[in-house]
C-alpha cells in the first residue's frame, strides 16, 4: 500500500547533527510522531526553540509511561532519583527526578544541582 506523506518543520528545519527535525503527517492527517509516541514505541526529544505539539507529545508519553507500554515496560526506562547516580551509572540516556537544590548561573549556561553526583546544565539561549 502507497500512501503520502507531509513532514511539518516548526523554527528549525535540522539539529547540530543535521538531522531533520520534522513532525510526519499521513495525507489523513494523522501525526505519525504521535501515534508512535502515545504506544510507546518512541519517547520525545525536545530541540528549543522548537516546541510545536509540545503539549499533546508529553500528554502522550506520560500516558505511555504510565501503562507502561512498549519501551516504558523496560527496567531502563524507569525513572531514577538524581541522587541514585554516581559515576558507574549515569552514562547514557535516563529519566531522572529530583529536587533542585541549587542554581548556579555562568555567561553561557546554568547548573541546576540535584545532588553532589548530578547537575544539569541549561544554555543560556534556551532558558
Do not use: C
Request: net charge positive; glycine share 6%; hydrophobic share 35%.
Amino acid at each position: 500500500m502507497n500512501t503520502r506523506g507531509r513532514l511539518e518543520f516548526d523554527q528549525q528545519k535540522r539539529d547540530k547533527y543535521q538531522r531533520y527535525l520534522a513532525h510526519l503527517f499521513t495525507e489523513q492527517g494523522e501525526h505519525i510522531n504521535l501515534q508512535l509516541v502515545r504506544r510507546g514505541y518512541a519517547s520525545i526529544s525536545i530541540y528549543p526553540p522548537n516546541l510545536i505539539y509540545l503539549t499533546e507529545l508529553l500528554k502522550a508519553e506520560q500516558a505511555a509511561a504510565a501503562e507502561r507500554l512498549g519501551i516504558w515496560s523496560y527496567a531502563e526506562y524507569a525513572v531514577k532519583h538524581g541522587s541514585d547516580l554516581n559515576k558507574k551509572n549515569r552514562q547514557g540516556w535516563q529519566r531522572i527526578v529530583g529536587r533542585v537544590l541549587r542554581i548556579k548561573r555562568t555567561m553561557k549556561s546554568s547548573y541546576l544541582k540535584i545532588s553532589d553526583n548530578f547537575a544539569i546544565r541549561i544554555k543560556q539561549a534556551h532558558l
